[in-house]
């Protein structure tokens, strides 16, 4: 007889019972950090970048963890011991052993700039000068520069610059902004940026409470520092 054309049901057991795992796993390690460290952050990050955190959690290996972002399970771990309304967004957990001050004056200045990315709020301006346009766009002086490529030229009007090519030279007549602190920023304005060597990102980490063990209370970090 011929096989059957209708549709068949596939049970993707795999997939389910790996993700369940990792589920299971990350339940079990945040039970395990409620136990072995005195304080738990909630941390939010500004412009995330995986290659800070990861830096981040190599300076803090000896006695510290922490997670970048919060899934149900380990919500329902720590729910107990935080308000709800901390728990809510991109937020994260970080377990430590050190003194909660030491933490808050440490992350209250680092900051690390980046490329920025599409939907972001700038951090600076950017105008290209008139001119013959350079390869940082008016960063640094002439002297220490150099032209910017002509091959480039089409790729700059295709991204709305008004530039022309005169002897080899890429020129604009006019100034061009290409972005003004605070604008928030599409995918054009960030190739700009890119193409120029502007970074308009600050990754930062904001401490946003914390729970001690020894007191079971949790103290909002802004309140602390007021």
Not at 62 to 89: C, E, F, M, N
Not at 99 to 116: H, M, N, V
Not at 122 to 134: C, K, L
Request: net charge positive.
């Amino acid at each position: 007889m011929p096989r059957t054309k209708r549709a068949k049901n596939f049970k993707l057991s795999k997939t389910d019972k790996k993700g369940k795992e990792l589920t299971v796993q990350l339940f079990s390690n945040v039970r395990e950090c409620l136990d072995k460290y005195q304080f738990c952050f909630v941390f939010s990050v500004a412009n995330m970048r995986n290659t800070y955190l990861k830096e981040l959690r190599s300076q803090f290996a000896t006695d510290s963890r922490h997670w970048a972002r919060l899934l149900k399970t380990s919500i329902s771990q720590i729910s107990d011991y935080y308000p709800k309304h901390y728990l809510v967004g991109n937020v994260g957990l970080f377990f430590t052993t050190r003194p909660p001050q030491d933490l808050i004056e440490f992350f209250a200045t680092y900051t690390k700039t980046d490329f920025a990315r599409a939907g972001v709020s700038t951090t600076r301006s950017f105008t290209i000068p008139a001119g013959v346009v350079y390869s940082r766009g008016g960063e640094i002086s002439p002297e220490e520069d150099v032209p910017l490529a002509h091959s480039i030229e089409p790729t700059l009007r295709s991204l709305n610059v008004p530039s022309r090519l005169i002897k080899g030279k890429i020129e604009l007549e006019n100034e061009y902004v290409v972005c003004t602190e605070g604008d928030i920023l599409d995918s054009r304005q960030t190739r700009l940026l890119k193409m120029f060597g502007v970074a308009a990102a600050d990754f930062s980490v904001q401490l946003l409470a914390y729970w001690s063990a020894a007191t079971n209370e949790v103290k909002e970090v802004g309140a602390m520092e007021e």
